[in-house]
């Protein structure tokens, strides 16, 4: 684990919070967790409960997408790397060549819905259908070429809305739609999953992805289906929890080795029925089954 000194500020951990944990006058732990935008809304609610579990601990949450947390992991600036998708083989060998051994913790899942304006008129897609509309070379570029007219969208050309490629939503869609395939040119490359939310929303002819997590009353989230024509499965919880729906993914954290004591402590109230609670509040799976009355 490594060792800090408390910083001056926080990233994104409330400045409240670190000042009462500066207070006491008795030593004060910190744990750096980097990583997913996905992850980040959960794992600040965990930094801020864990406050009350264990006041001498601060847990310095801030986010940069899965490849940021990865490469801070590798280059051993962080104790806990957020991750929305498995780390890669030539990433593990870079760590190992730096001297660090990554262990991965799987911390929940999560269902990466896909956004749709909440006027289109579309409720479900496929596969491959998505493959068509993210794909390089897709066929479908307008929303007539799926038989449909979205009101408000002028000329009817699908704005395909996606996350930038250090993101581990923007590698798993890939893997998941594309397989070995890039995607089109043209994509609207968002930084976070809150702007995707927000382009979507105000843009009648926008199509975009994120975690289930940051959906909104004002978005239609499509049903999905492994093929056109085909039974289709909406995101929930539910369906992320039990593997029914297609673009399901483990969310994960990864240490340095085997983590041991305060990171160790952390990572095992995460994983406990108090810290899945939290994760199920914030609109992810727990990693098992919990009863949070």
């Given at each position: 684990?490594?060792?800090?000194?408390?910083?001056?500020?926080?990233?994104?951990?409330?400045?409240?919070?670190?000042?009462?944990?500066?207070?006491?006058?008795?030593?004060?732990?910190?744990?750096?967790?980097?990583?997913?935008?996905?992850?980040?809304?959960?794992?600040?609610?965990?930094?801020?409960?864990?406050?009350?579990?264990?006041?001498?601990?601060?847990?310095?949450?801030?986010?940069?997408?899965?490849?940021?947390?990865?490469?801070?992991?590798?280059?051993?600036?962080?104790d806990i790397a957020n991750a929305s998708?498995?780390?890669?083989?030539?990433?593990?060998?870079?760590?190992?060549?730096?001297?660090?051994?990554?262990?991965?913790?799987?911390?929940?899942?999560?269902?990466?819905?896909?956004?749709?304006?909440?006027?289109?008129?579309?409720?479900?897609?496929?596969?491959?259908?998505?493959?068509?509309?993210?794909?390089?070379?897709?066929?479908?570029?307008?929303?007539?070429?799926?038989?449909?007219?979205?009101?408000?969208?002028?000329?009817?050309?699908?704005?395909?809305?996606s996350r930038q490629n250090n993101s581990?939503?923007y590698a798993y869609f890939r893997e998941?739609?594309?397989?070995?395939?890039?995607?089109?040119?043209?994509?609207?490359?968002?930084?976070?999953?809150?702007?995707?939310?927000?382009?979507?929303?105000?843009?009648?002819?926008?199509?975009?992805?994120?975690?289930?997590?940051?959906?909104?009353?004002?978005?239609?989230?499509?049903?999905?289906?492994?093929?056109?024509?085909?039974?289709?499965?909406?995101?929930?919880?539910?369906?992320?929890?039990?593997?029914?729906?297609?673009?399901?993914?483990?969310?994960?954290?990864?240490?340095?080795?085997?983590?041991?004591?305060?990171?160790?402590?952390?990572?095992?109230?995460?994983?406990?029925?108090?810290?899945?609670?939290?994760?199920?509040?914030?609109?992810?799976?727990?990693?098992?089954?919990?009863?949070?009355?």
């Open positions: 684990m490594l060792k800090h000194k408390v910083p001056l500020a926080l990233s994104i951990v409330a400045v409240s919070m670190f000042l009462t944990a500066c207070g006491g006058g008795q030593d004060r732990q910190v744990i750096q967790n980097k990583g997913s935008d996905t992850l980040v809304n959960v794992a600040q609610a965990w930094a801020e409960a864990y406050q009350t579990v264990d006041p001498a601990t601060v847990v310095a949450v801030s986010g940069g997408g899965s490849g940021t947390g990865i490469a801070a992991l590798i280059n051993g600036t962080v998708r498995a780390m890669k083989d030539k990433e593990i060998k870079l760590a190992r060549d730096h001297g660090h051994e990554p262990v991965q913790h799987i911390v929940g899942y999560d269902a990466l819905a896909v956004y749709l304006h909440e006027d289109n008129p579309i409720s479900d897609l496929s596969i491959e259908q998505l493959a068509e509309i993210y794909g390089d070379g897709g066929s479908y570029t307008k929303w007539t070429d799926l038989g449909i007219e979205v009101p408000g969208c002028k000329d009817q050309t699908i704005v395909v809305v581990g939503t998941t739609v594309l397989g070995k395939g890039d995607f089109r040119l043209g994509t609207r490359d968002m930084h976070g999953s809150k702007d995707v939310v927000d382009l979507v929303e105000n843009t009648p002819c926008a199509i975009g992805y994120s975690g289930l997590a940051y959906a909104t009353e004002h978005l239609k989230l499509a049903c999905i289906s492994d093929k056109t024509g085909g039974d289709c499965t909406s995101p929930t919880v539910a369906s992320a929890s039990d593997g029914s729906y297609t673009i399901a993914r483990p969310l994960f954290m990864y240490t340095n080795g085997e983590p041991t004591g305060y990171v160790g402590d952390y990572l095992n109230w995460i994983k406990s029925e108090t810290g899945q609670c939290i994760i199920l509040e914030k609109g992810y799976a727990s990693m098992k089954d919990v009863n949070c009355g």
